[in-house]
């Protein structure tokens, strides 16, 4: 399986900040990377495809870059509604798998 | 818009099978992956598999001897059994759509159903 790590496990941080949130393969997956964004008690929410695609209807401050083993999803202008949990998720082979998630909340 | 709801018993016993059936709105079943995904509690998210509408499967195999997937086209839902269930299968159990083409990603996810494996 490919495992997928993320750093930091959490990160606090005010409103109009930019936050970069890093993702590691452990083997190559091309540009197969996924971002969600999850909030308590909710499903998660995609974000980002194909490391870099913004899924429609999400605000153009999320973006997503990367490709092979290391990837970022920056946040630029933190809104209020942005404090979440961000899990990437490879869509390379099977199993599909995850990140741990991070966690950013208000300092 | 397309719409997924998760249905099943949300207290289980161990030893049981646990079924979940997803049902589809807004929406055709046909031409996509349908998948299901857990959490347990404050945990990472989890593949367990996938369906086509035509009922080609892909599952995990780290569930793979536990699981199977079935598909009603005629009822758009889709359904999941988990065999011998103990309490590390208690989990927030989701359903969700894969986007589609060669994007293997999930772009419609049903809010989640708590099942608890408890004596």
């Known amino acids: 399986d490919i495992q997928m790590t993320q750093s930091p496990s959490s990160v606090s941080t005010s409103v109009g900040d930019r936050v970069t949130i890093t993702c590691r393969a452990s083997?190559?997956?091309?540009?197969?990377l996924a971002w969600y964004q999850q909030k308590p008690g909710k499903a998660p929410k995609l974000l980002i495809y194909a490391a870099s695609s913004l899924q429609s209807g999400v605000p153009s401050r999320f973006s997503g870059s990367g490709s092979g083993t290391d990837f970022t999803l920056t946040i630029s202008n933190l809104q209020p509604e942005d404090f979440a949990t961000y899990y990437c998720q490879q869509a390379n082979s099977f199993p599909f798998t995850f990140g741990p998630g991070t966690k950013v909340d208000i300092k | 818009q397309v719409q997924l709801q998760e249905s099943g018993p949300g207290l289980m016993k161990p030893s049981e099978t646990l079924s979940l059936t997803c049902t589809v709105s807004?929406?055709?079943?046909?031409?996509?992956?349908w998948n299901w995904i857990r959490q347990p509690a404050g945990k990472d998210l989890e593949w367990i598999g996938r369906i086509y509408s035509n009922g080609n499967t892909n599952y995990n195999p780290s569930l793979n001897s536990r699981v199977t997937m079935s598909v009603d086209t005629s009822k758009n839902q889709f359904s999941l059994k988990l065999t011998s269930v103990t309490a590390a299968d208690t989990a927030v159990y989701f359903c969700?759509?894969?986007?589609?083409?060669?994007?293997?990603?999930?772009?419609?996810w049903g809010q989640g159903t708590l099942v608890t494996v408890s004596s």
């Open positions: 807004g929406g055709s079943i046909s031409s996509y992956y």
């Open positions: 969700a759509r894969e986007m589609g083409g060669p994007n293997w990603v999930f772009d419609h």
């Open positions: 083997q190559g997956i091309s540009s197969w």
